[in-house]
């Protein structure tokens, strides 16, 4: 078998299918804080995952959503949920519809929707959101804009100009 980038596509796109259990084999499993994912705001297919103890240094474009265990360094952008796991660090800014965060961000965040900010969770940046959830223990070292679609207007406008928000270090 030939080596091409073709194959290698196959491969992954096979390899990252959701597991059947993220898609309600076992409902206990599949809950955030006692509510389910569907409840939480994830309507589309997680479609990327990027594993504990993977580094992928560059900017990351998803459709549907994206789970973080590992290290990202740079931007995220998904059209609907980015979870970001409680092993999981993003360098950078994290633009979607919802974010329900477990780990760690060192940027700024724009949400049309719901961020989630679970108990060991840590942002060092701004969010703009339409709604913020905090559990006892989260922290956060930065601005909160919240009105309704803000997240969704910062989003539009970054993409107007072209231009990315900068990285708090």
């Not at 804080?33 to 569907?38: A, D, E, P, Q, V």
């Not at 995220?76 to 919802?98: F, L, M, Q, W």
């Amino acid at each position: 078998m030939q080596c091409t980038v073709k194959n290698w596509i196959r491969v992954l796109s096979h390899i990252l299918r959701p597991h059947p259990k993220a898609e309600g084999a076992n409902e206990e499993e599949n809950t955030v804080k006692g509510k389910s994912l569907t409840e939480f705001g994830r309507r589309g297919e997680l479609t990327t995952i990027i594993g504990k103890g993977t580094v992928l240094d560059g900017n990351v474009k998803v459709q549907n959503s994206i789970r973080v265990d590992g290290k990202v360094i740079g931007n995220i952008r998904a059209t609907d949920t980015v979870v970001i796991g409680k092993d999981g660090v993003v360098e950078g800014n994290v633009h979607s519809k919802d974010l329900l965060l477990a780990g760690k961000i060192k940027g700024n965040i724009a949400v049309s929707g719901k961020v989630f900010l679970e108990s060991k969770s840590f942002i060092q940046g701004d969010i703009k959101a339409s709604r913020l959830v905090v559990d006892d223990g989260a922290q956060f070292d930065g601005k909160c804009s919240m009105k309704e679609g803000d997240g969704q207007k910062n989003y539009q406008k970054l993409d107007e100009n072209k231009k990315e928000s900068p990285v708090l270090s």
